[in-house]
C-alpha cells in the first residue's frame, strides 16, 4: 500500500515567529498534532515541523512562558519528507531512522501535500493485517471442507 492512500493532506501550518501559545491554539482549533512551519504566512516555502510534543518536551518542561517563546525555538528544522508513492515500509522505516513520528509528504516537483503520521501508517497495516488474518481463517476453513468431502466420498 502506498502512503497517498493514508496520508492527510489537512496542511496547517504556522510561521517561525508565530509564539507557542499561537501555536497550541491552532492545534487545539484545527484538531491536529503537528504544524508545517514555513517561512512567512503564505505557507509556500517550509522550513520545519513543530508537534504537540515539541511544545511540551522542548517548552513547557523547561519552564519556558508560552507567550515568550517562537515556534523557531522548538521546532524539528530538519524536515524529514516521504514522496506519496512510496509505500508503508518506506514510510515507517524513515520515521525510525530519523527519529519522528511524522513526515511531510511530497509531490513529484518537490512541494508538500501533507502529513503522514505514525497512526496513519499503524492503521493501514492493521487492516492489511486483518484482511491476511481473514485469508488465513478461511482457507483453514476451505481446507477442512475439502477433508469432510473427501472422507464422505470414500465410504
Known amino acids: 500500500m502506498k502512503v497517498e492512500r493514508v496520508f492527510n493532506q489537512n496542511i496547517v501550518h504556522t510561521t517561525s515567529s508565530a509564539t507557542l501559545e499561537q501555536a497550541a491554539r491552532l492545534m487545539r482549533d484545527r484538531h491536529v498534532g503537528a504544524l508545517l512551519v514555513t517561512e512567512d504566512i503564505a505557507g509556500k516555502k517550509p522550513v520545519g515541523m513543530v508537534t504537540d510534543r515539541d511544545l511540551v518536551i522542548r517548552a513547557l518542561a523547561e519552564g519556558a512562558g508560552a507567550q515568550d ?11 524529514a519528507t516521504i514522496p506519496r508513492s512510496s509505500n508503508l515500509f518506506e514510510a515507517l522505516e524513515r520515521m525510525r531512522a530519523n527519529g519522528m513520528r511524522r513526515l511531510a509528504v511530497t509531490e513529484p516537483d518537490g512541494s508538500v501535500s501533507g502529513i503522514v503520521s505514525a497512526d496513519d501508517l499503524v492503521g493501514a497495516l492493521a487492516v492489511q493485517l486483518s484482511s491476511l488474518g481473514g485469508l488465513l481463517r478461511s482457507e483453514l476453513l476451505h481446507e477442512v471442507a475439502r477433508e469432510g468431502d473427501s472422507g464422505q466420498s470414500a465410504g
Open 69 to 79: 517563546r517562537t515556534i523557531a525555538e522548538v521546532m524539528s528544522a530538519a524536515l
